[in-house]
């Protein structure tokens, strides 16, 4: 794998992890409602370190070949997808066409930040 591929790649896969971990950090707890705030506060930050120890190599390694607002647009549209999934799966809520079309929406507007390149 050369270089560049590997730099365009690598952060998509990272990002991707990273997400999971955050997802669950910032929302997870929503499905124990009747735990300690504290004790939800600490486990979210223990699921939330290693969430920093992907995204920061992620954009370290991306930043050879995209912009930072690439990245950062990469990021929310790995968050938008893996929130589906989370919300759906995990949380067992109905995805609706709204939340679809917002999301698609959301999507286009990146799809825009990638038209000048880098």
């Known amino acids: 794998m050369t270089a560049t591929l590997w730099a365009r790649l ?6 991707l992890a990273s997400n999971l ?11 124990h409602r009747g735990a300690a705030l504290w ?9 939330a370190l290693p969430e920093y120890g992907l995204a920061v190599p992620a954009n370290r390694i991306g930043a050879a070949v995209w912009s ?4 950062k647009t ?11 999934g989370f919300s759906v799966f995990y949380m067992g809520e109905t ?19 990638f038209l000048g390149g880098r």
């Open 39 to 47: 004790l939800v506060i600490l486990t979210s930050w223990l699921i």
């Open 74 to 84: 990469i990021q929310e549209v790995i968050t938008l997808t893996v929130f589906m």
């Open 21 to 31: 971990f955050m997802t669950f950090a910032w929302y997870g707890h929503l499905k």
């Open 95 to 113: 995805l609706r066409w709204t939340t679809l079309a917002g999301f698609a929406l959301i999507a286009l507007g990146a799809a825009v930040v």
């Open 10 to 15: 690598a952060p998509i896969g990272l990002l």
């Open 68 to 71: 930072t607002a690439q990245l």
